[in-house]
């Protein structure tokens, strides 16, 4: 008969046959092997043998690689000899349609015979000499760190440290029974080793203090009483548990019970049920919680059989503990044995243990303190002993962790569990997880008016509800500020309000005898992990503003930003608002959380905040460099931004890649952030990474912001540069101003500003500035009809683009220059130029440029009653733009198309198009554009005989627009009403056709 095979997992992983070694040399087989191995027995899913192998660095073809290992390892554990198609039926691995499962009998695995004897120990608790002997050959099972040699963050992070902390159990209940045997002065050794190995677990030092004063060494456990005490004290902030604290009182009283060798029978002390309610008084104010306490109730109920558990989760303040408190005393009738209510968090903050909340538990039920089991997982099994065949609900308020939770919950059906707390419990087994959330704004006053008095917050409704909105909503906040109204009838709510509104004192102003906000938001900080702390703090550096994961990595210099926030999620000091426009899930902390945040900012390092920014802001203009080279709406008559200089982006490639795969939807998504970023940038006098982003969000920016708030960020770049000695940054940065400024009109200040860049840069000799500057000089004198000057200007541009070597450049002055060759009575000249400006505009690909190419081509034609060529231009135009999210071009040729509709006798298909583009230029805000598209639906209007509409039109427009400086504009309209006006009174008249101009 074939030996079986052995699994050893308590240690490296290892696989024998007999005597013989089975080696498992691929990392990822190991992988598998142990995550089979560590659920002997059972199903274990595909998806989750993904994560086991993968993480999240998940393959495309994971499913069928894994296939494919599952293969080589039944090959690997196979008798030699084995046929391939027998390999399934002769192993241990069991293929299932949901995933995989390993066969193995007790005596196979390592793992399984620990959990055997472990148990088998339990039922030894009255024989210390038995249990020491089982517990001793159960740990010599253990070789070393279990699965040391197993590459799976995933089974290192979820299932080995539970392992360990079974093992160190066991070890203290050896170490107990041998205590309890005597055997005090050869256990002396072993306890110092382990105090020093596990410093925080203060069972192995009572052990130690007992040892030695049993050992009539009564000084020495002092001494490692004081060694303790300094230790947490120096490092957590906390004194000893009671316990230690009871033996340490005892050993100065010389009590002669600590010498005693023989513990007292267990459990056998007990006295008959005691039905308690320990409820806190329910609050009557509560408000706009009806829908949450019919959820809360239909969960606790729902259960035909197990033990319903319901845990409420939220940020601190947001009511948990008092909606838990009103639904428990309305369930009070359906749980008649009692209702228990228990705080797991202790006076100092600290989660409590939970072998003492079992201790506290029992005697209240009627366990005689002396009975108490020492060990938690015998308190437990006492705890579901006593809860068998009782109707009783157990309230846990501010749970910490689901370890602290699972040893107090009952083990049969008729009881309930109702838990509190800031982090989600998602493995309690069987439970419901409801968030409480902040209070909606008329909730809040709501609250207010009970706290404070209906009167007076009818006197003055507008500072209630800005006092509602400065609480975020929090009850908490609600009741400290309603309290402190409340001592002072005669403050009004505006002054509270106004404290308030100051960011900078809001927390200090959120404090009423014990209440504060502020402490509620330090215990959730303060259990944070060092490394979910720091990207907490470094959050606090930003507005408050939806993120990415990965700009919390990156500001905590922490690779796994998606673990990060994932814990801050699970604390309630983040919260996720939905994926943005690429998909990427954002968040955000709560207002008063993010003032919390900033705090802590401010008292944090100097020099490590600002490497912090630094990093920040590289990756972003990785980032946007990335996303505005994938833009599709970036034109050729949009100046070149200044190349990147080589900066760490802090993120691989391949998220570099996958972030920014759609430019626009990635500056879509990072709007406002890059908008505080520049703001950043010349707050720390970094002026050049300002006009590095700006050049690179203004392609969206100036779609996404109001015009005012572009138009400032331009200042604030190009005033920076100016005081950094920066002159060409400067005048970029006023150029793209005038830019902005021409879209509600031709000012002076527009032209003088393009006047001086055409200057400035031609004396720095910035060939390409200057080229782009020139163009845009000679495309508004062209709207004031100085078109000799405008051709002249034109010219100059041409010349300085083939100086810079720029093709994109050269391309957009020659369509400028074409056109005015036009313009100018030289169309036969302009044909061919425009053919060149169209094949480098395709050539490059570029669709937006080439949709101007056409523009011009058909306006062209158009003026010289070219009308096949000019319909051919204008339709090509708006079909190139159907896709591309650059709305002002597209608006533009779907005014010409209009025209050269209304040339054509469409009349009907050219007041749809010149209504289309009015419309689209409305939304923009671009005068320029709605004049141009206006001028459009007044020739349509003549061309269907609505002369009326046209007179109308004009009579509107004219005044309106005279501001914006479109001369050829004014000219169409006059004329199209000049028309309208003989048509009305009588008398025939076409309106001719003229020149208009081009989009920029």
């Known amino acids: 008969m074939a030996e079986k095979l052995v699994f050893r997992v308590l240690g490296s992983l290892e696989v024998r046959r007999g005597d013989t070694l089975i080696p498992i040399r691929a990392g990822k087989h190991r992988a598998l092997l142990a995550s089979l191995l560590v659920s002997p027995n059972r199903l274990v899913p595909v998806d989750q043998l993904c994560e086991r192998l993968w993480g999240d660095d998940l393959p495309r073809t994971a499913r069928a690689t894994l296939t494919t290992y599952v293969m080589r390892l039944r090959r690997a554990l196979a008798q030699p000899g084995t046929r391939p198609d027998h390999l399934e039926s002769a192993g241990p691995i069991r293929t299932r349609p949901e995933g995989y499962l390993i066969e193995v009998d007790p005596d196979q695995l390592d793992l399984l015979r620990f959990q055997r004897l472990l148990a088998q120990a339990d039922q030894q608790a009255d024989d210390p000499a038995a249990a020491s002997a089982t517990l001793a050959k159960a740990l010599s099972l253990w070789r ?476 972003l203009l990785v980032l946007a460099d990335a996303a505005y080279s994938r833009l599709t709406t970036v034109t050729f008559d949009e100046a070149p931004v200044d190349p990147l200089p080589a900066r760490p982006a802090h993120l691989s490639e391949r998220t570099v890649a996958r972030l920014t795969s759609n430019g626009d939807a990635w500056m879509l998504a990072e709007q406002l952030h890059l908008d505080w970023a520049i703001r950043c940038c010349v707050e720390q006098g970094w002026c050049r990474d300002a006009a590095l982003l700006t050049e690179r969000a203004l392609a969206r920016l100036d779609l996404q912001l109001p015009h005012h708030h572009v138009l400032e960020l331009l200042a604030l770049v190009r005033d920076a540069a100016l005081r950094a000695g920066e002159e060409r940054i400067a005048w970029r940065m006023d150029w793209q101003r005038a830019m902005q400024l021409a879209t509600r009109g031709l000012s002076t200040e527009v032209l003088d500003i393009l006047t001086k860049a055409v200057d400035v840069f031609e004396r720095l000799g910035s060939h390409l500035d200057l080229a782009y500057a020139l163009v845009a000089l000679a495309h508004f004198r062209t709207e004031q009809q100085a078109i000799d000057e405008a051709l002249q200007l034109a010219e100059r541009a041409v010349d300085a683009a083939c100086r810079s070597g720029h093709r994109p450049a050269f391309a957009s002055t020659v369509r400028e220059y074409a056109s005015l060759l036009a313009q100018h009575g030289r169309y036969e000249e302009a044909i061919p130029l425009l053919e060149e400006a169209l094949a480098i505009a395709r050539e490059l690909g570029g669709p937006v440029d080439e949709a101007l190419v056409l523009y011009q081509q058909a306006r062209h034609a158009l003026a010289h009653d070219d009308l096949g060529r000019a319909a051919e231009a204008a339709r090509a135009s708006v079909e190139v733009l159907a896709d591309v999210p650059e709305y002002r071009a597209r608006a533009y040729c779907t005014a010409m198309a209009a025209r050269v509709a209304s040339a054509r006798g469409e009349g009907a298909k050219a007041v749809e198009l010149a209504e289309r583009a009015r419309e689209e230029f409305a939304r923009l805000g671009d005068r320029l554009g709605e004049i141009n598209a206006i001028a459009s639906l007044a020739e349509a209007y003549l061309e269907v005989g609505r002369y009326d509409d046209v007179v109308a039109l004009a009579e509107q427009t004219l005044p309106r627009y005279a501001d914006v400086g479109a001369v050829q504009q004014e000219e169409r309209l006059r004329r199209a009403l000049a028309t309208a006006a003989r048509a009305a009174a009588g008398r025939s008249g076409a309106g001719g056709v003229s020149e208009t101009s081009s989009p920029r």
Not at 297 to 324: H, I, N, Q, R
Not at 464 to 472: S, V, Y
């Open 144 to 619: 070393g760190p279990a699965l040391v040699d197993v590459p799976s963050d995933s089974l290192h992070r979820e299932v080995t440290p539970r392992w360990e902390e079974q093992r160190l159990r066991a070890l203290e209940r050896r170490i107990d029974a041998d205590l309890a045997l005597g055997r005090h002065a050869e256990l002396v050794g072993e306890l110092t080793a382990l105090t020093t190995e596990h410093p925080l677990r203060e069972r192995f030092w009572y052990q130690l203090m007992l040892a030695l004063v049993r050992s009539h060494r009564p000084s020495d456990a002092l001494d490692a009483y004081t060694r303790l005490r300094a230790f947490l004290i120096d490092t957590m902030g906390l004194e000893p548990s009671p316990e230690i604290r009871e033996l340490h009182q005892r050993i100065l009283a010389e009590d002669a019970a600590l010498h005693q060798v023989t513990t007292p029978g267990r459990g056998s002390v007990t006295s008959p049920w005691q039905t308690l309610c320990q409820l806190p008084r329910d609050i009557p104010d509560m408000v706009g919680r009806a829908d949450l306490v019919h959820q809360i109730e239909k969960a606790l109920t729902a259960y035909a059989c197990g033990v319903p558990v319901v845990t409420l989760t939220g940020a601190p303040g947001t009511g948990k503990s008092t909606l838990a408190i009103r639904v428990a005393h309305r369930l009070r009738s359906r749980y008649p044995d009692g209702q228990l209510f228990v705080r797991l968090t202790g006076a100092n903050g600290a989660a409590r243990d939970p072998g003492d909340v079992l201790g506290e538990l029992l005697t209240a039920v009627g366990v005689a303190r002396e009975a108490l089991p020492d060990d938690v997982d015998a308190r437990a099994a006492a705890w579901r002993a006593r809860l068998a065949d009782r109707a009783v609900l157990l309230v846990l308020d501010d749970a910490a962790s689901t370890r602290q939770v699972l040893p107090l919950l009952p083990g049969t059906p008729g009881c309930g569990v109702l838990i509190t707390g800031r982090r989600l419990l998602a493995e309690v087994p069987g439970g419901a997880n409801i968030a409480v959330t902040p209070l909606a704004v008329e909730d809040a006053t709501t609250l207010l008016a009970r706290l404070v008095g209906a009167e007076r917050v009818a006197r003055e409704p507008e500072a209630a509800d800005a006092i509602g909105r400065a609480c975020g909503g929090l009850p908490l906040a609600l009741r400290i500020v309603g309290a402190r109204l409340a001592a002072r009838p005669s403050a009004s709510l505006a002054a509270m309000a106004e404290r308030l509104a100051d960011e900078q004192r809001r927390l200090d102003e959120l404090r009423s005898g014990d209440l504060e906000v502020r402490a509620g938001l330090a215990l959730s900080y303060a259990a944070l992990s060092p490394r979910a702390a720091t990207a907490f703090r470094r959050l606090g550096l930003l507005a408050n503003l939806d993120v990415a994961s990965w700009v919390v990595g990156v500001l905590a210099d922490d690779p796994d930003g998606d673990l990060l926030v994932e814990e801050l999620t699970e604390a309630h000091l983040l919260t996720e608002t939905g994926p943005d426009a690429t998909g990427e899930p954002r968040y955000r902390p709560h207002d008063l959380v993010a003032l919390y945040a900033a705090e802590l900012a401010r008292a944090d390092d100097a020099s490590a905040n600002r490497a912090a920014l630094r990093r920040l802001i590289d990756t």
